[in-house]
Nanobody, 126 residues
Framework: QVQLVESGGGLVQAGGSLRLSCTGS????????MGWFRRAPGKEREFVSA????????YYADSVKGRFTIARDNAKNTVYLQMNSLKSEDTAVYYC???????????????????WGQGTQVLVSS
């Protein structure tokens, strides 16, 4: 059974930065792409970013491109999301997720990720 545990959320002023971490267990971490999604109050869950199993390919939603950076350390079974220049519209619960596909091509569909963390709250004050 896969377990994903996020950390690093919190309260930050607009323009500030946060780094989210997600550590996985229960499946060979390095074999699967990892993603970050978020759900803002009253909105649907949306794709934020993803990274291939090797870390060589990264994908971003247009709304975060240039501000967020995803990275992974397979030796630590951990994926990171560095969030800079935060805006109030980035306020959401952020979830990390593990892909269920050995070959990942940048899908933003949550259905292509079968394991999810419990979420970490990010609150950006304006």
């Amino acid at each position: 059974q896969v377990q994903l545990v996020e950390s690093g959320g919190g309260l930050v002023q607009a323009g500030g930065s946060l780094r989210l971490s997600c550590t996985g267990s229960g499946r060979t971490f390095s074999l699967y792409a990892m993603g970050w999604f978020r759900r803002a109050p009253g909105k649907e869950r949306e794709f934020v970013s993803a990274i291939s199993r090797s870390g060589l390919s990264t994908y971003y939603a247009d709304s975060v491109k240039g501000r967020f950076t995803i990275a992974r350390d397979n030796a630590k079974n951990t994926v990171y999301l560095q969030m800079n220049s935060l805006k109030s519209e980035d306020t959401a619960v952020y979830y990390c997720a593990m892909s269920n596909r050995l070959i990942y091509s940048g899908s933003t569909d949550p259905a292509d990720f079968d394991s999810w963390g419990q979420g970490t709250q990010v609150l950006v004050s304006s």
